[in-house]
């Protein structure tokens, strides 16, 4: 590259940083860990054109401050050397805008893993909930007392009650209620999951409320399972623990988003 072009390029790259050239380093790297942090896409994520916008702000700032981190106009080196300098960097040099794009490569696989599993909890809680008041209605149509069911299966001497039937086992007349609920509950919980994956800035917020509700209802479920004849009587405790244990993992990949922003 001619020495004079090399020379404007270095005076542009200050020049995007908004620094002087009597800049020192240390000057240069807070000034442009300030901009990157300003510009950063996350902070735009509400609308697209502007995360268009911060991402190509921010390819401009690393691009800059590659070329000026070592204030070359301060050291007053003579154009040659502000020319050499970018072929003279090692290949295997760590630079500030590397650690912040593995970063943020680690933020989004965390936030996508987050998203998709809440989504396939969500679909889960709404089928598994759907079906089971169909069955629950089938026994309302026969005309039999959902209470009377739950007492009988309760003090009866028959085998463990699976599937639908432990929902009635569980909450008797209030199982239909119960059920309409979870399938809310589940439909809420997978738009919010899709709202994530589209960088909704409610959607984070959200998802941590339910999956909070969900381990609440598996701390439940496992103190039912610490009497020793629950599997006899219902598989709803077990359950409840596998999708708690599920949302903590889905909590614990949003918390890691949220450390990895601070």
Request: with cysteine.
């Amino acid at each position: 590259m001619p020495p004079d072009q090399a020379v404007d390029e270095v005076r542009r790259a200050y020049s995007i940083l908004g620094v002087p050239p009597a800049a020192s380093p240390e000057e240069i790297r807070q000034r442009y860990l300030h901009l990157v942090k300003e510009w950063h896409p996350d902070r735009h994520s509400h609308d697209s054109v502007a995360q268009w916008r911060a991402n190509e702000k921010t390819k401009r700032l690393n691009e800059a401050y590659a070329r000026v981190k070592d204030a070359p106009l301060r050291s007053g080196r003579t154009a040659a050397t502000v020319g050499d300098s970018r072929s003279s960097r090692a290949p295997t040099d760590l630079r500030p805008e590397d650690f912040a794009v593995a970063t943020s490569r680690a933020r989004t696989s965390n936030m996508s893993l987050a998203a998709w599993l809440a989504i396939g909890l969500g679909l889960y809680a709404l089928g598994d909930s759907l079906l089971a008041l169909f069955g629950v209605g089938l026994v309302r149509e026969s005309g039999a007392r959902l209470d009377d069911v739950r007492r009988i299966a309760l003090h009866g001497p028959g085998e463990a009650a699976y599937g639908w039937q432990s929902w009635i086992v569980s909450f008797g007349d209030a199982a239909e209620r119960v059920l309409g609920v979870r399938a809310l509950f589940g439909l809420t919980v997978a738009y919010a999951g899709l709202a994530l994956l589209r960088h909704r800035s409610w959607a984070r917020a959200a998802l941590v409320a339910a999956c909070s509700v969900v381990v609440i209802c598996g701390v439940i479920g496992a103190g039912s399972m610490l009497r020793s004849d629950w599997a006899r009587h219902t598989t709803v405790p077990i359950e409840a623990v596998l999708m708690g244990a599920l949302a903590a993992y889905i909590l614990r990949l949003l918390f890691r988003v949220r450390d990895d922003s601070l």
